[in-house]
């Protein structure tokens, strides 16, 4: 058996002389303990486990040494090519930005500012959806989420104490992604964060290669242990600072598995404190890789687990990266224990699953072999349990990791294709705008088109204002509806049959859990419907107002102009877009509206809410980034009434269900649906009148541009297109650069495969 003294230096690679200074004693004593011929006093080891960070568990041989899966190298190998292309991209920006192409013409300074605006756009999606793919880690707080993560790491790099404590998102990154002004090699983590009342958008993840970006939400550097103490635990000294809004921590470690993915520490939930709680299911949603923790002993039998896992599950397509891990499983003994209760567990999850999340998952009450496939023991002391686990990990990560760099390649083809259509659009139409003597336009026609615009724009406004209007109206009505069809007597009783529920507390929890579950799926669905219409709506009527601009009486064109980027402009700096977000996850996915590129700021919003700009972005996603669904407490208020159907005998299912009704109605609830609907559709008109407004004043902004182009000399006219010209040209460049950033990712791909 090792020594406390061989296994720390085996994890932290001191030399004898180094430990020595760590406890001020000579290297011959540090050799005696080493070897054993001397015991080593309580007290040395407590100094050495707080020096070096090894736990004292760990120093006894109580943990041994992780045999953590091994990774298939896949992001890794590409990485660096990507990263090269990506950064070519940048320095082509750079040299555009700097060139002066003529400040004679206020033209060429607007035309430039919008390509670079549009361009910086691309590489971000780009770099934002080709970083690695995240694996996040939820449980309750104390479950054993350090324990999982040090596993992964190889080597109990965090102290478990961590864990129950954790109050603030931790990623874990490999050190080679460790920003450059991190000069300091002992300043391996990070925190950032937000002055309240500052304006300032939470931080977005995948702009950590953005010094600039970094340093304006940098709050703290320095060592990760001094850094998780003070900022990533509830008893830390910077907790309870009202001053900022910690954003998250990023701590670099040097471990293989972080070659390949992010590892997320989401804060346990079930704390008592909301703010913990009400995102989880938003920031479930993010994760490529979940793992969900619970301890074996009482493995998913808390109510808080149950409902927060079934929510989870409601917002992803698959469970095939899904993992379910009754830590501590070694505390049950006997394997064949284990097994019983991770069936046990995965019974009662199906169970309060409501009947669409269990159609997408392809399993039943009677028939879920595919999820409870996903359900692991947990012990990190156990060849036993670490085997199956290992194995199932070696196979799922690179498959997630290859899927992930696939996606990343089609958005980020979508995007610079669209912007190398709008380049070209535009020099061809710099020949006819240009490069012609235009006789000007005279003031009675341009005030006679300007008042046909806004005669089109006033009733364009109100015909999209009577759409939020209707279907406001509609999506109420078809919730009251599928309300009265969940919230039914007959209904719960038939659940209870088909579910199999039995007469006792923890069934009837779970009744309760069930009855939420539907109401989400209906009221998402509702929600689903509905903006799809209006966004279906909002593009056709986009489309008849740049139509518009077409009039006869229009002699200037104005089809060079993009409507719908102006549009989503009008976006920025709303943290709230109703269903406008779906209207602009599908223009920034690149479907139906001609794949147009966002302006960087809105990108970055709809980044920070949750939305995945590459197209895959669940409904269930985007509605709980804009507070759509019902939360937790109306199952939780129901339950709090459940206690008593203990007692009931006879007919008791007819009773329970009148109870549950009788609950459901006193805890007001279809009253609080419809209330979001209200205020989902209020966001939705705020959103839609900014962004309107927005459009309108830019296209009127573009005219009246274009008509004092027109009195231009001809010569001036001659040398505004060449300057022009010479500007696309060095765009294009920087598009070609994009293009071999996606021809990287593609021929990477191809040889790992």
């Not at 406390?4 to 230096?9: D, K, L, Q, Y």
């Not at 070897?35 to 004292?56: E, F, H, M, Q, Y």
Request: aromatic share 8%; with cysteine.
């Amino acid at each position: 058996m090792r020594t406390p003294i061989e296994i720390v230096e085996e994890l932290t690679k001191l030399t004898d002389e180094e430990i020595a200074n760590i406890l001020e004693i000579s290297r011959q004593t540090v050799i005696s303990y080493k070897k054993g011929i001397t015991t080593i006093p309580s007290d040395k080891l407590v100094k050495l486990s707080r020096a070096t960070g090894v736990s004292l568990d760990t120093m006894l041989g109580n943990i041994e040494v992780y045999t953590s899966p091994k990774i298939r190298k896949v992001y890794s190998r590409v990485a660096e090519r990507v990263a090269t292309a990506l950064k070519a991209g940048k320095e082509d920006l750079e040299r555009i930005r700097k060139h002066d192409f003529g400040d004679k013409y206020p033209q060429v300074a607007t035309t430039k500012e919008q390509v670079l605006a549009d361009l910086t756009s691309v590489l971000r999606i780009a770099g934002t959806q080709s970083q690695k793919p995240l694996a996040g880690f939820m449980g309750l707080s104390d479950v054993g989420k350090s324990t999982i993560i040090n596993y992964l790491l190889g080597s109990p790099v965090i102290p478990a104490s961590y864990g129950p404590l954790t109050s603030v998102t931790t990623y874990f990154m490999s050190t080679v992604e460790r920003p450059k002004f991190l000069c300091n090699p002992l300043e391996n983590a990070i925190v950032l964060g937000r002055k309240p009342g500052s304006g300032m958008e939470r931080f977005i993840h995948g702009m950590l290669d953005d010094e600039d970006y970094v340093r304006g939400f940098l709050l703290k550097k320095g060592d990760a242990q001094s850094i998780l103490n003070a900022y990533g635990t509830r008893n830390g000294v910077f907790y309870e600072d009202d001053s900022i809004l910690l954003d998250e921590i990023v701590v670099f470690i040097d471990a293989p598995i972080l070659e390949e993915v992010t590892l997320v520490d989401f804060p346990g939930f079930g704390t008592g404190e909301e703010k913990d709680d009400i995102s989880l299911t938003i920031d479930a949603s993010r994760f490529d890789i979940l793992f969900f923790l619970s301890r074996a002993n009482g493995f998913l039998s808390t109510e808080e687990e149950i409902s927060s896992l079934a929510h989870i599950l409601q917002g992803r397509e698959k469970a095939d990266s899904l993992y379910v891990l009754a830590t501590h499983a070694n505390s049950i003994g006997d394997p064949g224990k284990v097994e019983t209760i991770l069936d046990g567990g995965c019974t009662r999850l199906v169970r309060v699953l409501s009947d669409d999340a269990c159609a997408r998952l392809g399993i039943t009450i009677d028939n879920h072999a595919r999820l409870r496939r996903r359900f692991f023991g947990f012990a990190p002391q156990s060849d036993f349990y670490c085997k199956r686990l290992n194995t199932d990990i070696e196979i799922t990560f690179p498959t997630v990791i290859e899927k992930k760099l696939g996606v990343a390649e089609e958005d980020f083809f979508r995007a610079v294709n669209s912007y190398a259509e709008q380049i070209e659009d535009t020099i061809e139409n710099l020949d006819r705008i240009y490069g012609e003597n235009i006789e000007p336009v005279g003031e009675n026609e341009v005030n006679a088109v300007l008042s046909s615009i806004n005669s089109r724009y006033t009733r364009l406004k109100k015909e999209l204002r009577d759409e939020v209007s209707a279907c406001r109206e509609k999506s109420r009505a078809d919730f009251k509806k599928k309300y009265s069809e969940i919230v039914n007597e007959n209904y719960i009783v038939d659940a209870i049959k088909r579910k199999d529920f039995k007469n006792r507390k923890k069934d009837l929890e779970a009744l309760g859990d069930y009855i939420s579950q539907e109401l989400n799926e209906a009221y998402t669905a509702v929600c689903n419907k509905y903006s799809k219409c209006f966004s279906d709506k909002l593009t056709d009527s986009l489309t008849q107002y740049q139509e518009a601009w077409s009039d006869s009486k229009v002699t200037i064109s104005m089809t060079d102009f993009d409507f719908a980027r102006a549009f989503a402009s009008g976006l920025t700096g709303i943290t709230t877009f109703g269903a406008l977000a779906m209207w602009a996850s599908v223009v920034a996915a690149g479907s139906n509206l001609g794949a147009y590129i966002l302006v960087a700021k809105v990108v970055s919003a709809l980044t920070a809410i949750g939305i995945n700009l590459g197209g895959t972005a669940t409904v269930v996603a985007w509605v709980s980034a804009i507070g759509g669904p019902i939360t937790l407490g109306i199952a939780f208020a129901v339950i709090g009434a459940a206690t008593v159907f203990g007692i009931i005998s006879g007919t008791w299912k007819s009773r329970v269900a009148k109870k549950f009704v009788k609950e459901f109605e006193k805890n007001n609830s279809l009253k609080k649906c419809l209330d979001g609907f209200d205020d989902y559709w209020n966001d939705t008109e705020v959103a839609l009148d900014k962004a309107l407004e927005a459009m309108h004043k830019q296209a009127k902004d573009e005219y009246i541009r274009k008509v004092e182009n027109q009195k231009m000399a001809y010569n001036d006219k001659i040398a505004l297109k060449t300057i022009l010209t010479m500007l696309y040209e060095q765009v294009k460049g920087a598009y070609n650069r994009m293009v071999d950033a996606i021809e990287t990712m593609s021929h990477s791909r191809a040889e790992n495969e």
